[in-house]
C-alpha cells in the first residue's frame, strides 16, 4: 500500500472535525474535534502520520497540553516509544512544579510542568490539538527551556493560520497536520 499525503491525511481529518460557532464565546469558531476521536479508522491513520512525520529524531518525551494535547500526545508518545508528559492549569499536578503564568486575550492563566519531568538535554515534541494565538505553545516552550531541555519541535493537530501564532514562536520547528 502506498503511503498515504499530508494532502490526504488532512482531507480525511478535516472532514471529521466539527465547527461550532460562537463556543466558549461569542465570535469564536471552536473546532471540535470529538468526531475524529470517535473515528478509529482516521484518528489512528492521523495518530501514526504524526507520529512517522518524528521517527528517528530521537524525542525522549512528548508533552501534551491540558486537556485536549493529553489525547493526542499520549498515542504519538507510545508509537515514538518516548514518555508522556503532562502540562496541567494551575493546582493540578501533585509533586513539586515550575510554573508559567501568560496573557490571554482577557485576563491572564498559568500552566504548570513537575520540575522532574524532562531532564537537562532531552529532545521533547510539545502537541496540542489548536494553535491560535500561540501564547499557550510558547508558555510552554519556556517551561521546557527552564528545564534546560529541547524544544525539538512543536506538533499541532489544528493551525489556525490568520491568528498567526506561527511567529510567537518563529525560533521553534512546527508542524500542522491541517490549516484554516
Ligand atoms: P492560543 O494560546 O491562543 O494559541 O490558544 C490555544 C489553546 O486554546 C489550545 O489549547 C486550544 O485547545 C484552545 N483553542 C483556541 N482557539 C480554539 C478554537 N478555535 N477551537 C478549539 N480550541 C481552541
Redesign the pocket.
Known amino acids: 500500500m502506498n503511503k498515504i499525503t499530508l494532502d490526504e491525511i488532512s482531507q480525511q481529518t478535516k472532514a471529521v472535525i466539527r465547527d461550532i460557532p460562537d463556543f466558549p464565546k461569542k465570535g469564536?469558531?471552536?473546532?471540535d474535534i470529538m468526531p475524529l476521536l470517535a473515528n478509529h479508522d482516521v484518528f489512528s491513520k492521523t495518530i501514526k502520520f504524526m507520529a512517522d512525520h518524528y521517527r528517528g529524531r530521537g524525542i525522549t518525551k512528548v508533552i501534551g497540553?491540558e486537556a485536549?494535547?493529553f489525547i493526542l500526545a499520549a498515542p504519538i508518545a507510545i508509537e515514538l516509544q518516548a514518555g508522556m508528559i503532562p502540562v496541567r492549569k494551575k493546582g493540578k499536578l501533585p509533586y513539586k512544579t515550575i510554573s508559567k503564568t501568560y496573557d490571554l486575550e482577557y485576563g491572564q492563566d498559568t500552566l504548570e510542568i513537575h520540575e522532574d519531568a524532562v531532564k537537562p538535554g532531552e529532545k521533547v515534541l510539545i502537541v496540542?490539538?489548536?494553535?491560535?494565538?500561540?501564547?499557550?505553545?510558547k508558555a510552554v516552550c519556556e517551561l521546557v527551556e527552564k528545564l534546560n531541555a529541547k524544544v525539538e519541535s512543536i506538533a499541532m493537530l489544528i493551525e489556525?493560520d490568520f491568528l498567526k501564532?506561527r511567529e510567537k514562536i518563529s525560533g521553534h520547528d512546527l508542524f500542522s497536520l491541517i490549516k484554516y
Open positions: 469564536i469558531i471552536f473546532k497540553i485536549r494535547g496540542d490539538d489548536v494553535l491560535a494565538t500561540g501564547g499557550t505553545i489556525l501564532g
